[in-house]
């Protein structure tokens, strides 16, 4: 097993999630069930080769493959995929795996576009706590990427009941409340897995640099995106935002999501800048 051997499992998995991806949409257009169970079984390969590639990558070089962005983001997939199957499996909403491939073909595909910086052998980044944080905050923002994608589901339901002719959508989503359940549950799993990365990054920190906080951008804006999801679970618990208000809010709080992971480190730097490089 070699580096090539890893980048060409990768490979065959991302040939997997774009059909996958094709077969979630021919389903959203047929509503055959063949389409689903198919576009299932792609989906599942992919994520199986995907991890593949990443335990032989990280077999032969000592390292978890997150040293610049098309590691990350490959890492970041595979977290998606794996919460994908996760809630799938627990609330069987089919149509979710139509957001879901759509995303992971589009991560994918950049990862083979965006050119790969080169690596170098660093000795800090690896131990308990720092492997423990990157489970805990990948695996936590694919949670709440896919609460994202319940509520734009939610969102296109909501506005199929309201017009007149309900439109292409209404009967091809679940009901509002599945949809808003399976986000709900979603948003939860994904700010506790988040809370935990947080915790554990702090004390990663503290290991390698003698303090929990340096004031780091990143620290920051990943700080603010966890009080962002704090408050709608409040909102949520004590004041009813249910529905659209959750629905609007999770969309908001993944693209600041999205901006914390890409946007702070290209523009702002520090401590994680080498991560998407």
Request: net charge positive.
């Amino acid at each position: 097993m070699n580096l090539q051997t890893a980048d060409m499992v990768l490979q065959i998995a991302t040939v997997f999630y774009i059909v996958s991806m094709a077969g979630y949409v021919l389903f959203l257009f047929n509503q055959k069930k063949i389409y689903q169970k198919t576009a299932l079984c792609l989906i599942s390969t992919a994520i199986l080769f995907h991890c593949i590639s990443i335990i032989v990558y990280t077999i032969t070089t000592r390292q978890v493959p997150v040293h610049n962005l098309s590691q990350s983001l490959s890492v970041a997939a595979l977290a998606l995929g794996g919460m994908f199957l996760f809630f799938q499996y627990k609330f069987d909403l089919k149509i979710l795996g139509v957001f879901a491939s759509m995303l992971l073909s589009a991560i994918m595909l950049a990862v083979w576009i965006i050119p790969a910086t080169p690596i170098e052998q660093n000795t800090v980044l690896k131990g308990f706590w720092f492997y423990s944080h990157i489970l805990m905050v990948f695996t936590g923002e694919a949670s709440l990427a896919l609460a994202c994608g319940a509520g734009i589901l939610y969102l296109l339901q909501e506005k199929g009941i309201k017009t007149k002719h309900q439109g292409f959508f209404f009967k091809r989503l679940p009901s509002l409340d599945l949809l808003d359940n399976v986000g709900y549950t979603c948003l939860t799993t994904g700010f506790v897995l988040l809370t935990i990365g947080l915790v554990t990054g702090f004390v990663y920190a503290k290991t390698i640099w003698g303090r929990f906080w340096s004031g780091d951008p990143k620290e920051i804006f990943s700080v603010g995106s966890w009080i962002v999801y704090a408050a709608l679970l409040h909102l949520r618990l004590y004041s009813g935002w249910r529905g659209r208000k959750s629905a609007i809010m999770t969309i908001i709080g993944f693209f600041i999501i999205i901006f914390t992971f890409l946007g702070v480190n290209m523009l702002l730097g520090g401590h994680h800048q080498a991560f998407t490089k």
